[in-house]
């Protein structure tokens, strides 16, 4: 499943702050680069992951190649996440059909 991958790949600080970077918009690996203590090359081999990982694009313009989040993973990731609420609320839902009459978790009988 595509959302494993994707928290894999985002569970390294450094790369989770580059896709977080690109959340304002599609940027180039030297605008990027900038504003991490790595090298430029290093940040080329973290796009390179994200983008094994189906997290981003990229596209030639001249020379530079911009980068850009996909959003298919990332729904695929939410929905996952989501469906833990789902199944949160189904179960406080029989936690709370299963209580005693009285509303306190005790049954009237004992």
Do not use: C
Not at 9 to 21: G, I, M, N, Q, Y
Not at 75 to 81: P, Q
């Amino acid at each position: 499943m595509a959302y494993e991958k994707a928290l894999t790949v985002l569970s390294d600080p450094t790369r989770r702050a580059v896709f977080e970077k690109l959340r304002a918009g599609p940027l180039a690996v030297s605008a990027l680069a900038k504003d991490f203590p790595v090298s430029r090359p290093a940040i080329s081999q973290h796009l390179g992951i994200l983008k094994g990982a189906g997290l981003v694009e990229d596209k030639a313009e001249g020379t530079r190649r911009i980068y850009a989040i996909r959003t298919g993973p990332l729904e695929e990731l939410r929905d996952w996440l989501d469906s833990f609420w789902g199944e949160a609320l189904d179960a406080y839902k029989t936690a709370l059909e299963n209580e005693g009459d009285d509303g306190h978790g005790q049954d009237r009988t004992g």
